[in-house]
């Protein structure tokens, strides 16, 4: 079966720190994957998005993940955290070839940053 | 665009009674997905259509629960009766040919 795991339920940085979040999805051929950001007591937003292409892929507020289809991984990271990264994070995918709208989303990870 | 919009944002009811929830989806977007997150279950798929038809409701808890979308602008969440392990926050999303979706800001249900 289809899935997406996220190693990291709950992290715990200090501002300045650098992340990485592991994701990984068990499926192979074309893939579309993706990372959203839920804040406290807010809805899902988009972080980043891969379809094709460049592997590594740029996000909104400095998050990038990279795309190692060998490894079944799609990991963010930001280099800087801010305490307002302070958030849930879910990782996303479906089958490239698939024609269903639906996404299999990870566990989510919990980010804590400590100013 | 006002991206997906959603009401009541919250809802507060007693056991027993009727609660729906509405969503108006992205204009133009052919898929939309019901979600209900808990803290112990974490995000949840219940139901997604496409082209205002259910696809797939193997998600939906059990017969209390059910789901219509009437045109492409507008679909509803029933649960009748209500209990409290109902309580939680459901959301819509709706997505365009089945790329990245789209939140809306959830309703959040408590059940008494």
């Not at chain 1, 940085?13 to 406290?40: I, K």
């Not at chain 1, 996000?59 to 990271?77: T, V």
């Not at chain 2, 193997?58 to 409290?84: C, H, V, W, Y």
């Amino acid at each position: 079966a289809q899935s997406v795991s996220q190693h990291n339920h709950h992290v715990i940085l200090s501002e300045a720190a650098s992340l990485e979040l592991g994701c990984n999805y068990s499926y192979g051929g074309t893939v579309n994957l993706f990372w959203y950001v839920q804040y406290p007591g807010q809805h899902l937003q988009l972080l980043l998005k891969y379809f094709s292409g460049d592997p590594l892929v740029k996000g909104i507020k400095g998050f990038e993940a990279e795309f190692i289809k060998s490894k079944f991984s799609f990991n963010l990271r930001k280099p800087s955290v801010q305490w307002s990264d302070t958030a849930e994070y879910f990782c996303a995918g479906r089958h490239g070839s698939s024609n269903t709208g639906k996404l299999i989303f990870g566990q989510g990870t919990t980010l804590q940053v400590k100013p | 665009d006002a991206g997906v919009i959603q009401s009541p944002r919250h809802e507060v009811t007693e056991m027993g009674q009727e609660v729906t929830l509405r969503c108006k989806p992205i204009s133009g977007h052919d898929y939309l997905f019901w979600y209900r997150q808990t803290m112990m279950r974490g995000l949840e798929l219940l139901i997604y259509f496409n082209n205002n038809v259910p696809i797939d409701d193997s998600g939906m808890p059990e017969d209390r629960f059910s789901a219509k979308m009437p045109n492409a602008s507008f679909s509803t969440l029933k649960i009748q009766p209500s209990e409290p392990r109902d309580s939680a926050v459901y959301f819509c999303a709706s997505s365009f040919s089945g790329r990245e979706q789209f939140f809306g800001p959830g309703t959040r249900l408590t059940v008494l």
